[in-house]
């Protein structure tokens, strides 16, 4: 049998009928979570600027000790059961959507610590294939030693930064640009 | 130290590029800087176990989901979900959803003029076994048009979605039906360079499966990404 992993292809415009109608998650830590509480909102703009209202976004993190829910982290029998570290919702008219969550901790990497970060994804029409980007936290001082960070061209860190909401206290803002002026940094993971 | 055995990389040509122009909306939609190769650290390597505590009985039966049945040609899609050294992938979440038989969505964004079908959402979820099978019954989805150009239509198709074991085997794509004469006009379809990965997205006819006096059988394989053989001191 051919072995080679099947392709991908865009979720579509309609693709809330199986993945967020029934099934969208909103709450990635409860509040019983340890670690500092957060919104999150997120919103996808196009090359021209315009919100996207048919993309969906799905967060991955770790709990508030950096550790995740999942058998190949070795600390993952210690995860907060509070913090299961999974999200995902369908943007809506403006292109936003929000999340609850907290502040993860930092996770280990091959030479030392990754600064407190969230892994995203971003599905829709128009995209042939998931777009993986990560947010930091703005202001983090572990943002200036994180490994990952610095693979990425210091003028494009930017990019990668989730802002406090002056109004809203414990409201973060992360804006993700599909390309044009100040794209997003995505990878290849 | 801690040990994570990453996963392998795509082969660029078995994938579709982010920039396809002739499938419009990748215009404004597709990043042009170049992608930032990510090491795997344990943010890619862990992923989540999402959908297991909630299945309903008839979420693998797209006919059974309402009072009556639902029109058109009824089919079993059935298959396995293995990683790319054949090991299966168990019990892991797979996500369908598709158009009725008249090529309509249960969606209000979708105003194609083709009847909605009162007995049919479109929608299932299953979980793979302990061999990495899976099967749904369900309609036989309609083409159906959309304005990417004049006188587009979608050959007709199921979408998938999985999660697999990790942040980077997630995979959303689209099975296809043997045969379809709209593969050379669709650029979806098309935006996968190489002929040879364009037909892994096409189902199999299967005899086996299919039930006598009852629906048709396909077979639809799916592959996701595998371990590296050697595990990286990290």
Request: glycine share 8%; aromatic share 8%.
């Given at each position: 049998?051919?072995?080679?992993?099947?392709?991908?292809?865009?979720?579509?415009?309609?693709?809330?009928?199986?993945?967020?109608?029934?099934?969208?998650?909103?709450?990635?830590?409860?509040?019983?979570?340890?670690?500092?509480?957060l919104?999150l909102v997120c919103r996808v703009l196009?090359?021209?600027?315009?919100?996207?209202?048919?993309?969906?976004i799905e967060i991955w993190q770790a709990?508030?000790?950096?550790?995740?829910?999942?058998?190949?982290?070795?600390?993952?029998?210690?995860?907060?059961?509070?913090?299961?570290?999974?999200?995902?919702?369908?943007?809506?008219?403006?292109?936003?959507?929000?999340f609850?969550?907290?502040k993860p901790?930092r996770v280990?990497e091959?030479?030392?610590?990754q600064a407190p970060h969230l892994n995203v994804s971003v599905?829709?029409?128009?995209?042939?294939?998931?777009l993986a980007t990560r947010i930091y936290f703005e202001g983090d001082p572990a943002n200036g030693e994180c490994p990952i960070l610095a693979l990425v061209p210091e003028e494009r860190r930017c990019t990668l930064l989730a802002r406090p909401?002056?109004?809203?206290?414990?409201?973060w803002h992360f804006d993700i640009r599909l390309c044009g002026n100040d794209e997003t940094v995505f990878f290849d993971v | 130290?801690?040990?994570?055995?990453?996963?392998?990389?795509?082969?660029?040509?078995?994938?579709?590029?982010?920039?396809?122009?002739?499938?419009?909306?990748?215009?404004?939609?597709?990043p042009?800087q170049p992608l930032i190769l990510l090491p795997?650290t344990?943010s890619e390597?862990?992923?989540?176990?999402?959908?297991?505590?909630?299945?309903?009985?008839?979420?693998?039966?797209?006919?059974?989901?309402?009072?009556?049945?639902?029109?058109?040609?009824?089919?079993?899609?059935?298959?396995?979900?293995?990683?790319?050294?054949?090991?299966?992938?168990?019990?892991?979440?797979?996500?369908?959803?598709?158009?009725?038989?008249?090529?309509?969505?249960?969606?209000?964004?979708?105003?194609?003029?083709?009847?909605?079908?009162?007995?049919?959402?479109?929608?299932?979820?299953?979980?793979?076994?302990?061999?990495?099978?899976?099967?749904?019954?369900?309609?036989?989805?309609?083409?159906?048009?959309?304005?990417?150009?004049?006188?587009?239509?979608?050959?007709?198709?199921?979408?998938?979605?999985?999660?697999?074991?990790?942040f980077?085997?997630?995979?959303?794509?689209?099975?296809?039906?043997?045969?379809?004469?709209?593969?050379?006009?669709?650029?979806?379809?098309?935006?996968?360079?190489?002929?040879?990965?364009?037909?892994?997205?096409?189902?199999?006819?299967?005899?086996?499966?299919?039930?006598?006096?009852?629906?048709?059988?396909?077979?639809?394989?799916?592959?996701?990404?595998?371990?590296?053989?050697?595990?990286?001191?990290?």
């Amino acid at each position: 049998m051919d072995l080679t992993p099947t392709p991908s292809q865009t979720a579509g415009p309609y693709l809330h009928l199986g993945c967020t109608r029934l099934h969208s998650v909103p709450c990635i830590a409860g509040p019983q979570a340890k670690g500092q509480h957060l919104r999150l909102v997120c919103r996808v703009l196009d090359g021209e600027g315009n919100p996207l209202n048919d993309a969906m976004i799905e967060i991955w993190q770790a709990d508030a000790e950096g550790r995740y829910q999942h058998s190949d982290d070795p600390q993952s029998g210690n995860c907060d059961p509070h913090c299961g570290g999974f999200g995902r919702m369908p943007t809506d008219e403006q292109g936003r959507c929000t999340f609850e969550t907290i502040k993860p901790g930092r996770v280990p990497e091959a030479n030392g610590l990754q600064a407190p970060h969230l892994n995203v994804s971003v599905f829709a029409r128009g995209i042939l294939q998931r777009l993986a980007t990560r947010i930091y936290f703005e202001g983090d001082p572990a943002n200036g030693e994180c490994p990952i960070l610095a693979l990425v061209p210091e003028e494009r860190r930017c990019t990668l930064l989730a802002r406090p909401d002056p109004n809203h206290a414990g409201e973060w803002h992360f804006d993700i640009r599909l390309c044009g002026n100040d794209e997003t940094v995505f990878f290849d993971v | 130290m801690l040990k994570v055995m990453p996963y392998r990389r795509h082969e660029a040509s078995s994938q579709p590029p982010s920039l396809y122009p002739p499938y419009r909306s990748t215009v404004q939609r597709a990043p042009r800087q170049p992608l930032i190769l990510l090491p795997h650290t344990l943010s890619e390597v862990t992923g989540p176990v999402y959908g297991h505590n909630d299945m309903a009985p008839t979420d693998n039966d797209l006919t059974r989901q309402h009072a009556g049945e639902p029109l058109g040609e009824r089919i079993i899609v059935t298959g396995r979900v293995l990683d790319d050294g054949g090991r299966p992938v168990r019990n892991t979440l797979i996500e369908i959803w598709q158009a009725n038989a008249a090529g309509r969505y249960f969606h209000q964004k979708d105003d194609h003029p083709a009847p909605l079908d009162p007995n049919f959402t479109g929608a299932g979820r299953v979980l793979t076994d302990a061999e990495g099978r899976y099967q749904f019954t369900t309609i036989k989805p309609g083409a159906y048009p959309w304005r990417n150009h004049p006188n587009a239509w979608r050959p007709a198709h199921i979408h998938f979605s999985l999660f697999g074991t990790a942040f980077v085997t997630r995979l959303v794509t689209q099975m296809y039906f043997p045969g379809d004469p709209l593969f050379a006009y669709d650029p979806i379809f098309q935006s996968i360079s190489d002929e040879r990965a364009r037909q892994r997205l096409i189902s199999k006819f299967d005899l086996e499966t299919t039930r006598p006096d009852w629906a048709l059988g396909y077979q639809f394989d799916i592959v996701l990404r595998g371990r590296e053989a050697t595990p990286f001191e990290t």
